[in-house]
């Protein structure tokens, strides 16, 4: 079967709501420049309409912004495939541990990496693509305020971290997720702008705060089932009583349950990107071929035949 990807297409599609702002700020203009009596009313309509956008903006999970990745499309859950995603990173003193871990397991993971802490663990970066993972892109410094920028300051945390991340693995990422997942309405047109897709998570364990590893045990394996999109820390992973990292603890307890339910841990690349292929393992990512820092790659499914994403 061939391989089908998504399509390249990078014109920014404003999402209803913004649209609806846009008319309601041009008509609170309009009426009160008409009728300036009203403008107690037109105000309180614009500042309402302010409070929504910014509320949109606080909850991750949100899509009224625009596109938002909470969960694999119908067709990876119909192949019981899973989404591990993995933050803040690379950390020295834990990424070698999970990379180890998810190898035990046959897992594959996205590790969305933070552009400067890359460029000082590039080694790691480089690890993490050779056995089989993904690296995305987390923002160049974490910043944050990253929620409080404009078009010029997320085009420069985003697209940095874009050309740091190639630079190093030779793969140009094609999601990204914003730091703790906050954003505002004009993180969108610049993610178009991009080629980027926009990932949040079905659950997370708030594995950074919380350093009872049953808890957040329960918190992600509550309701597991394909097409989840599941969220854990690396970088900045809080620690248990004994001075581990809750994700080293957590881990094999998830990837225990995801083999017990018979799902599959697999790349949001191939589960996304990769809609069908030849053979078992459907859009397996082990096969790459060529990678390209101009966000081509080359993929050889199991028949050995060569796509380009």
């Known amino acids: 079967m061939p391989l089908r990807t998504a399509p390249d297409d990078r014109r ?4 209803p709501l913004i649209k609806a702002s846009v008319l309601l700020h041009a008509g609170a203009m309009a009426a009160t420049a008409f009728s300036p009596e009203i403008w107690p009313w037109t105000g309180g309509a614009v500042v309402a309409d302010q409070a929504l956008l910014t509320l949109a903006g606080l909850w991750p999970r949100c899509g009224l912004l625009g596109p938002n990745l909470k969960r694999l499309p119908p067709e ?10 993995i933050d803040d990173g690379p950390a020295p003193a834990v990424t070698p541990a999970v990379l180890d871990l998810l190898d035990r397991y046959g897992a594959k993971a996205t590790f969305f990496c933070v552009g400067e802490r890359a460029t000082h663990h590039p080694e790691l970066c480089r690890e ?15 910043r944050r305020d990253f929620a409080l920028l ?18 190093i693995t030779g793969i140009r990422p094609r999601f990204f997720r914003a730091p703790a997942g906050l954003r505002n309405p004009l993180l969108d047109p610049v993610l178009s702008r991009l080629d980027l897709r926009l990932v949040s998570w079905t659950r997370r364990g708030f594995d950074t705060r919380n350093g009872d590893p049953g808890s957040v045990s329960a918190r992600l394996l509550q309701g597991l089932n394909g097409g989840d999109i599941l969220l854990l820390h690396d970088g900045n992973a809080a620690r248990t009583t004994g001075g581990d990292a809750v ?5 094999p ?8 339910a018979g799902l599959r841990a697999v790349t949001l690349r191939s589960a996304i990107l990769f809609l069908g292929s030849a053979g ?7 096969h790459y071929a060529q990678d390209r820092a101009d966000g081509s790659l080359g993929f050889v499914p199991r028949s050995g035949a060569v796509s380009g994403l």
């Open 12 to 15: 920014w599609r404003p999402a």
């Open 280 to 286: 078992p393992g459907p859009g397996s990512h082990e």
């Open 128 to 142: 993490i693509v050779a056995r089989g993972h993904a690296v995305e892109n987390h923002s160049l410094r974490h």
């Open 76 to 85: 990876a859950a119909a192949r019981n495939e899973i989404a591990i995603t």
């Open 253 to 260: 307890r998830l990837l225990d349950a995801i083999a017990a």
């Open 150 to 167: 404009g078009l010029r300051g997320f085009s420069r945390e985003i697209e940095a971290a874009q050309e740091t991340l190639a630079a």
């Open 247 to 251: 994700i080293l603890i957590v881990l």
